[in-house]
């Protein structure tokens, strides 16, 4: 699972200091099937769906707090010169993409620990319940196989979540689809 994110920035001078600003910002989560083999997961959707989705749902949750970010609240780039300030912006960025990324990674952990990787059942469908309110809240709406449209013609979630198989199982089969979820 992964979020990669995606920015166009602008700078300014002001009194010979340059401040350099996001203008554009885009978040994409995903699963990455080259880091699983094909028949790990195949296994993991078939024993541990719930379990397995839990942690895709997680990191669709941190990957949404990332894109929702409004301009203004991402970190400006300031330095001497453009170059100066165009390497603050983008180290200020990946500090803030690995914080969200350092609490999913806390959550994650937390997820597994608790559930015992899915095993204690009464705990995994508490958790599950939970995260499905939290999506519910966020307003994360996953589309039928059906709806879905190739990744490339659309910015907007993009899943299989009513399909009989898990994501990451449906995922593996089709070499189209790179894309699970983009989001803006
Ligand atoms: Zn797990």
């Known amino acids: 699972m992964f979020f990669h994110y995606w920015y166009e920035h602008r700078s300014i001078v002001r009194n010979g200091h340059v401040v350099d600003r996001v203008t554009k910002w885009l978040v994409w989560s995903g699963f990455d099937r080259n880091k699983s083999s094909r028949k790990s997961w195949f296994k993991l959707c078939k ?5 397995e989705q839990g942690h895709l749902d997680i990191n669709e949750l941190y990957s949404r707090r ?7 609240m991402l970190p400006r780039g300031e ?22 990324s350092g609490e999913e990674t806390k959550e994650h952990d937390q ?27 966020a307003g994360i709406h996953f589309r039928t196989q059906a709806q879905a449209s190739p990744p490339t013609s659309a910015l907007g979630l993009t899943s299989r979540r009513s399909h009989p198989l898990c994501i990451p ?8 689809v790179k894309i699970i979820v983009a989001l803006i």
């Open 169 to 176: 199982c449906t995922f593996t089969k089709s070499d189209r």
């Open 111 to 137: 997820y597994d620990a608790e559930t015992a990787h899915g095993k204690n059942l009464s705990k995994q469908r508490e958790w599950s319940a939970a995260i499905q309110a939290r999506l519910n809240r």
């Open 47 to 51: 024993e541990a769906l719930p379990h």
């Open 66 to 72: 990332l894109a929702e970010m409004s301009l203004d």
């Open 79 to 100: 330095g001497a010169d453009l170059k100066e300030a165009s390497a603050d912006l983008r180290r200020k960025v990946e500090a803030l993409a690995d914080r969200v």
